[in-house]
């Protein structure tokens, strides 16, 4: 086991939404911080949902924007559509959402941790939470290497033992081409806690080259923009359309036909989604 030589506040384990806030909060408040991710290349990537906001999650951006968090700044800055949800409701029901340019988004928020003083963005597979005498004191990663720190935050999102299901297939995956951490939820057992499966989904992605989309009900974006941070003054990002297209009698034969394919309605899975 090689020390890394560089004690942390604060370590915080996986680079999605909420490592990269977590991380962002601890170095602004004075503390050194360490960020550690699986994949330089992936820090803050939207592979389940490449958008933000939406009812209830919208929300929580302005909540995070509120206490001087970054997701609201990075999605006005990389949004490619922003509309209201709900505005013929009342206002409980209201939300805002903005489809992003992936690839913006993640490159962004990785340049912003990059920049931050007090806040090291490391490559590393954690293996091991290191404890002494009841404390967490560091992780350990697949390649030996211990950090050390006063306080570690989980944020590893779908990569703990994360399990990939396409059809009746499954293998070991934290994304799509990516590992899993296959350790790291045998270390938290070890140390008394409890561990759990959730299940999320990843819609299919389509090249817009297959697509008629003469065929599609087009969803423009608002023409007034109302942007997610309240740090942001306006927008003038180019906004591109979304299109909507609805299911009917034969598409719902195809499902029904199709069911015992499904991992869900086979029984292969048996996690529940992270809202229930």
């Known amino acids: 086991m090689i020390d890394y030589g560089k004690n942390y506040q604060v370590i915080v384990v996986g680079a999605g939404h909420a490592g990269c806030e977590a991380a962002l909060a601890a170095a602004r408040i004075g503390c050194s911080a360490l960020l550690l991710t699986i994949g330089l290349d992936t820090v803050a990537q939207m592979s389940c949902n490449p958008s933000i906001g939406g009812l209830a999650k919208g929300h929580l951006v302005h909540e995070i924007d509120a206490m001087g968090g970054e997701m609201g700044l990075n999605i006005d800055a990389t949004g490619i559509q922003f509309r209201r949800l709900n505005t013929r409701k009342g206002p409980a029901v209201r939300a805002a959402r903005a489809q992003a340019d992936r690839m913006a988004y993640s490159a962004r928020m990785k340049n912003v941790i990059e920049d931050e003083p007090l806040l090291d963005l490391k490559q590393g597979l954690v293996d091991e939470l290191l404890a002494e005498k009841g404390r967490i004191v560091g992780v350990r990663t697949r390649e030996g290497l ?53 299940k999320t989904g990843t819609p299919a992605r389509l090249s817009a080259r297959s697509i008629d989309f003469s065929r599609l009900e087009k969803q423009p974006g608002d023409v007034v923009i109302k942007p997610f941070s309240f740090m942001t003054d306006k927008i003038e990002r180019k906004q591109v359309d979304c299109y909507i297209a609805e299911t009917n009698e034969r598409t719902h034969d195809i499902i029904r036909n199709s069911l015992d394919r499904s991992p869900l309605f086979a029984g292969v899975i048996e996690g529940i989604g992270p809202r229930y």
């Open 146 to 198: 211990s950090f050390f720190g006063q306080t570690v935050v989980l944020t590893t999102g779908t990569f703990m033992r994360g399990l990939i299901h396409i059809g009746l297939n499954n293998y070991a995956g934290g994304r799509a081409g990516e590992p899993s951490a296959e350790n790291i939820s045998g270390s938290l057992k070890s140390l008394g806690l409890d561990v759990g499966r959730l």
